[in-house]
């Protein structure tokens, strides 16, 4: 483990409401600079939080962060929408912003007049997505979701509660959405979006929202060339299929893979805390000290995956890690972010 934190990386993909000491301790423990992602487009307020606190920690700390900006919905089928969206962009990416993400509220949440719902190839974007690829910057897409959410059964054996009709809306976090799109519609979206736009670098989060079948994701990197993925939350999805398929598939789309993590991070008392119990409360050095280890532990836990052959243990079952070559882990962890995100590595040194 040693030898792996010395290895130069770069997380693609983390959520961070404030900068905290035991999250520059991380990095430079392990080596690593992370990318904070923004979205919740249809919540002003929290959007506003999120990209004051991201351009605020760039600024102070461009060697640990790097950030990635969104936009609203508000006034979306007025005549000036885009204009106003472009002007907000442009605003993120004068203050250091070098991506753009779409969240899975388009498609699954925001509506249009007919009351129904908006998907991401919409040409209501088309100008937003044109402005993103003239500006020279990277789309960051989560569309959809793993497609346990919309099955009786998810992954992992268990009865899945998020889109279906009567489920608990208090644990499904887009809001009242119960699967009325389904998620190959999400998909096909997606696709269509990603076909309209060749010359957009697009790095679908999440494995694409297909981790449970890298042979689907293969699909669509061979038809898209300027389409990309980040690995956050997709591990247990991986280690349910064939180790030699998997470790084959990284190894052919090593140019094409980027490594990210998805945490919510950070200590500020505010009503956006991970922890909503800490609302308005300081954090003891004790949780602090916990943090920090279970930060820690979830990335060590994807290094072995990824560097090593070793036994791993999840739920039910075991597998071996991918042991990647090192060419194509120095891709996936470093290079790939560099070049599919222009000026993600500044001030790293």
């Given at each position: 483990m040693e030898e792996i934190e010395k290895f130069k990386k770069i997380d693609v993909h983390m959520h961070i409401s404030s900068d905290a000491t035991y999250l520059r301790e991380v990095m430079d423990e392990l080596n690593l600079k992370m990318n904070i992602m923004t979205n919740k487009g249809l919540q002003a307020d929290r959007l506003k939080f999120q990209v004051d606190g991201a351009i605020l920690m760039r600024k102070k700390l461009p060697r640990y962060y790097s950030w990635c900006t969104t936009f609203g919905f508000e006034?979306?089928?007025?005549?000036?929408?885009?204009?106003?969206?472009?002007?907000y962009l442009k605003y993120g990416f004068d203050n250091g912003a070098l991506a753009v993400k779409v969240w899975?509220?388009?498609?699954?949440?925001?509506?249009?007049?007919?009351?129904?719902?908006?998907?991401?190839?919409?040409?209501?974007?088309?100008?937003i997505l044109d402005y993103t690829k003239q500006e020279g910057k990277t789309l960051f897409t989560h569309i959809g979701d793993p497609v346990d959410n919309w099955l009786p059964v998810g992954s992992d054996g268990k009865p899945s509660f998020w889109y279906k009709e009567g489920a608990d809306i208090t644990i499904n976090r887009i809001g009242k959405f119960q699967?009325?799109?389904?998620?190959?519609?999400?998909?096909?979206?997606?696709?269509?979006?990603?076909?309209?736009?060749?010359?957009?670098k697009i790095i679908g989060c999440h494995f694409l929202s297909m981790p449970h079948d890298v042979d689907?994701?293969?699909?669509?990197?061979?038809?898209?060339?300027?389409?990309?993925?980040?690995?956050?939350?997709?591990?247990?999805?991986?280690?349910?299929?064939a180790r030699e398929?998997?470790?084959?598939?990284?190894?052919?789309?090593?140019d094409r893979i980027l490594y990210g993590l998805d945490e919510s991070a950070g200590m500020i008392p505010s009503k956006y805390l991970k922890d909503m119990s800490k609302v308005g409360q300081q954090w003891t050095k004790e949780e602090v000290v916990k943090e920090k280890e279970n930060l820690l532990q979830r990335y060590r836990n994807d290094f072995i995956y990824y560097f090593t052959d070793n036994e791993i243990k999840l739920r039910n079952y075991s597998v071996r890690g991918l042991g990647l070559p090192e060419e194509a882990l120095h891709k996936i962890f470093y290079s790939?972010?560099?070049?599919?995100?222009?000026?993600?590595?500044?001030?790293?040194?």
């Open positions: 006034g979306m089928y007025k005549p000036d929408w885009s204009e106003r969206v472009k002007d899975k509220e388009i498609g699954m949440q925001v509506k249009n007049p007919n009351g129904e719902f908006v998907q991401i190839d919409d040409p209501i974007f088309y100008p699967g009325e799109v389904s998620w190959e519609n999400l998909m096909l979206a997606r696709d269509r979006m990603v076909a309209k736009h060749p010359d957009l689907l994701v293969a699909q669509r990197l061979d038809r898209f060339p300027n389409l990309a993925l980040d690995t956050s939350l997709t591990v247990p999805y991986l280690m349910a299929q398929k998997v470790r084959a598939f990284f190894i052919r789309y090593q790939n972010a560099v070049n599919w995100v222009p000026g993600i590595d500044k001030d790293f040194a």
